[in-house]
C-alpha cells in the first residue's frame, strides 16, 4: 500500500450524511418505541415485517433480506423469541436449517408499532414536499444499485 497521503471531503460525500441520518432515525425510533412503553428494537421491528410479509421463511433467507450475518440473526432470533414475538421450527426438509413464523404476541406488537412508526416518519418528512421525497428516494435506490452492480 502506498504511503502517499490524501485527503477525503467528507462534508460533500453522501456517506457520511446517510450514516449521521441512520443514526438519527434509529435514534429517534428507539426513544418513541420506549416513550409508547413498546418492548421493541428496530431491528425486531424489521425482522417482524418481514415475517409478517412472508412468514415461516428460512432462518438463512432472513438474514439475506435483513441484510445480517447469520451469527447475529441467530442471537435476534433468541430474543425474539424469548419475548414470544416469534417461533423457530426445524425445517421438514433440512434439519439443519430454521424456519421463522410470528406469534399472535408478534403481530400484536408489530400493529402497536405501526402509529409510532408513522409519528417518526412525520417529524422526518416536515417540510420535504413530494418531489423532494421522491428525489431523495430515487438518488437512495441509485446508491443501492451502485452497491449491488460493484462487490469492495
Known amino acids: 500500500m502506498s504511503s502517499k497521503t490524501f485527503e477525503i471531503d467528507f462534508e460533500t460525500s453522501i456517506g457520511p450524511w446517510l450514516g449521521r441520518t441512520v443514526k438519527m432515525v434509529d435514534y429517534h425510533l428507539q426513544e418513541a418505541f420506549d416513550r409508547y412503553g413498546l418492548d421493541m428494537t428496530k431491528e425486531q421491528m424489521v425482522i417482524l415485517k418481514k415475517l409478517h410479509e412472508q412468514d415461516g421463511i428460512n432462518q438463512n433467507e432472513l438474514a439475506s433480506l435483513t441484510y445480517r450475518d447469520k451469527s447475529s440473526l441467530a442471537r435476534l432470533i433468541s430474543k425474539m423469541e424469548s419475548k414470544k414475538y416469534i417461533r423457530r421450527i426445524q425445517s421438514k426438509e433440512d434439519k439443519r436449517n430454521n424456519e421463522i413464523f410470528i ?16 409519528e417518526v416518519i412525520d417529524v422526518m418528512e416536515q417540510g420535504i414536499n413530494k418531489e423532494e421525497k421522491a ?13 449491488n452492480l460493484k462487490s469492495i
Open 103 to 118: 406469534t399472535a404476541v408478534g403481530s400484536e406488537i408489530l400493529a402497536a408499532t405501526r402509529p409510532v412508526i408513522q
Open 135 to 147: 428525489l431523495i428516494i430515487n438518488t437512495l435506490k441509485r446508491v443501492q444499485n451502485n452497491f
